[in-house]
């Protein structure tokens, strides 16, 4: 075998290995991000709210805990409610901030990490972000509702 065959076989050596490598790990890969009206329709909660704190949940997981400013969809709760999500890239999570506000487009989560019913979850994949100037996601939504105080939070303000 010449000079020449024998670097065609090890090229074609090589190009056969790279074919059959396992592919690198990657983040999670968000292929259909939804536009807004698919995101309105499909989400079980719509609210705004800023991030108090975030805390570990099952592996792969982190709550968020969010104090709520305002609300368009499902039942709200009090002032606050904790969201499951991924705890990093790989799982797909959001990426909350302590001390910042976002949208969150979520889903009750049954199973979802552990979580119940009772539960909301969002990812990365779907439309959750930190608000902005100019968001057209808040203009889209309208004016942020907001709930009425409960007797409780009245009597304590006027304490």
Same mark, same amino acid.
């Given at each position: 075998m010449g000079p020449s065959s024998r670097a065609f076989a090890a090229l074609a050596t090589a190009a056969l290995l790279v074919s059959f490598a396992p592919g690198r790990a990657t983040a999670c890969s968000c292929t259909n991000i939804p536009d807004f009206a698919r995101a309105f329709a499909e989400s079980d909660v719509i609210l705004l709210g800023e991030v108090t704190g975030i805390r570990p949940a099952q592996p792969g997981a982190v709550w968020a805990t969010l104090r709520i400013v305002g609300w368009w969809k499902g039942a709200p709760p009090n002032t606050m409610i904790d969201v499951l999500? @991924? &705890?990093? *890239?790989?799982?797909? @999570?959001? /990426?909350? %901030?302590? =001390?910042?506000? !976002?949208?969150? !487009?979520?889903? /009750?989560?049954?199973?979802? !990490? =552990? =979580? %119940?019913a009772a539960d909301i979850w969002t990812h990365s994949c779907w439309r959750t972000h930190e608000? !902005?100037? &100019?968001?057209? *996601? #808040?203009?889209? #939504? @309208?004016?942020?509702?907001?709930?009425?105080?409960?007797w409780g939070a009245l009597k304590i303000s006027y304490r």
């Open positions: 999500t @991924g &705890e990093n *890239d790989g799982n797909c @999570g959001v /990426h909350f %901030t302590v =001390g910042t506000q !976002y949208i969150v !487009y979520a889903f /009750h989560a049954p199973s979802m !990490y =552990g =979580g %119940t608000t !902005y100037p &100019e968001d057209p *996601d #808040l203009a889209a #939504l @309208g004016p942020v509702p907001v709930s009425p105080a409960s």
